[in-house]
């Protein structure tokens, strides 16, 4: 074939289809005759409210938006003014959908009822949600993210709070945006993994990826080594394994982003019960069990400990803490193994 040949069957071929977030979430809506439309509300809030939130983090120092605001949040960590403004943003978006019913972020240490069961009626929502995940990178000009996580409101239950333990499986879509060198959007409804990329020019998010699957194996780990010396026997072993067969560390310190970075490249992010945090660091509800279904439906695992899967664990409490082990399946296997052994 000469090189004309090629340039026109290369123009011959059709670029790829323009599908925004937007368009997407109403072609997946559309496979679901039934459907109301409320969880498509929720996404496309969720879409404003990421692009809000990138608008403001990308301004933070000329803003004078960075920093703490002086109050704890009931995690007890110093809230930072954007973790206070990113909230307020999701509460406010996710206030006007009839489709939620409850909402519940990291930075209010109880549930927040939108709609009683009187006007929320059947098919409505819990949305769940850390608003700005890894928040003190920000001051470093780090990546940061927000993670979501949406269940069916439990009509038996007697309260909020008890609508919204419930196990990461009874998930009805989980996601990330990454507020990084771009701005990414990843959601998963429970058919797949699929990416989005904000255009800043347009101020649409782009669909780059679908349908993605994290690499089988890959030699790297992410994990807070500063406190390798409190991690339970078992990770030490898996460490000294893991530096043996060269394998790589890479830790940003913000969930989002190396998470972001396994779900694409591969390779396992830990972060074990330490003496600090006997429980681990990260919350069940809005940070593990949203991006262990993301992981999961990419063909990854994510695991608390040794054959007990995260979204399989019953919640007691909204901000109750697990370890985490999750990414690629191969490299899951190789911690599992070492803390089992
Ligand atoms: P450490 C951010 O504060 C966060 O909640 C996660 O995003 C991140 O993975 C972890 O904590 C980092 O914790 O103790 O390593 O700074």
Redesign the pocket.
Same mark, same amino acid.
């Given at each position: 074939m000469t090189a004309a040949e090629s340039l026109v069957r290369e123009s011959l071929v059709r670029p790829a289809d323009i599908v925004t977030l937007q368009a997407h979430i109403l072609q997946q809506q559309a496979r679901y005759p039934e459907a109301t439309g409320a969880l498509s509300w929720i996404l496309s809030a969720l879409s404003i409210s990421a692009k809000m939130i990138a608008a403001h983090v990308r301004r933070a120092r000329l803003d004078d938006v960075l920093g703490t605001v002086g109050t704890q949040n009931v995690q007890g960590?110093q809230q930072q003014k954007l973790d206070v403004i990113a909230n307020e943003i999701l509460l406010r978006t996710l206030g006007g959908r009839e489709g939620v019913a409850i909402v519940a972020s990291e930075e209010n240490e109880e549930p927040v009822i939108l709609r009683t069961e009187e006007d929320a009626g059947e098919r409505k929502y819990c949305v769940l949600f =850390?608003p700005l =995940?890894?928040?003190? !990178?920000l001051d470093v000009c780090g990546s940061v993210?927000t993670i979501f996580s949406i269940l069916r409101k439990d009509h038996r239950s007697p309260d909020a709070s008890a609508s919204v333990l419930q196990c990461g499986s009874q998930q009805v879509a989980a996601g990330y945006v990454l507020y990084g060198s771009s701005t990414v959007f990843v959601l998963t409804i429970g058919l797949g993994v699929d990416m989005f990329v904000l255009d800043p020019n347009y101020g649409a998010f782009i669909r780059v990826a679908q349908g993605l699957k994290i690499p089988a194996a890959h030699k790297s780990y992410s994990? !807070?080594e500063? !406190?390798r010396r409190s991690f339970p026997e078992g990770y030490q072993r898996y460490l000294d394994w893991a530096q043996e067969h060269g394998y790589s560390s890479r +830790?940003?310190?913000?969930?989002?982003? =190396?998470?972001h970075r396994i779900l694409l490249k591969g390779g396992v992010?830990m +972060?074990p019960p330490?003496r600090?945090?006997p429980n681990g660091?990260?919350?069940l509800m809005y940070?593990a069990n949203p991006m262990a279904m993301i992981v999961e439906q990419a063909g990854g695992k994510g695991l608390i400990a040794p054959g007990q899967r995260i979204l399989d664990v019953q919640p007691d409490d909204i901000h109750q803490r697990v370890p985490v082990i999750l990414g690629s399946p191969e490299e899951v296997d190789h911690v599992a193994a070492h803390l089992a052994s």
């Open positions: 960590e =850390d =995940d890894g928040s003190s !990178n993210g994990v !807070n500063g !406190n +830790y940003v310190g913000a969930m989002v982003a =190396d998470v992010f +972060y330490t600090k945090a660091k990260l919350r940070e």
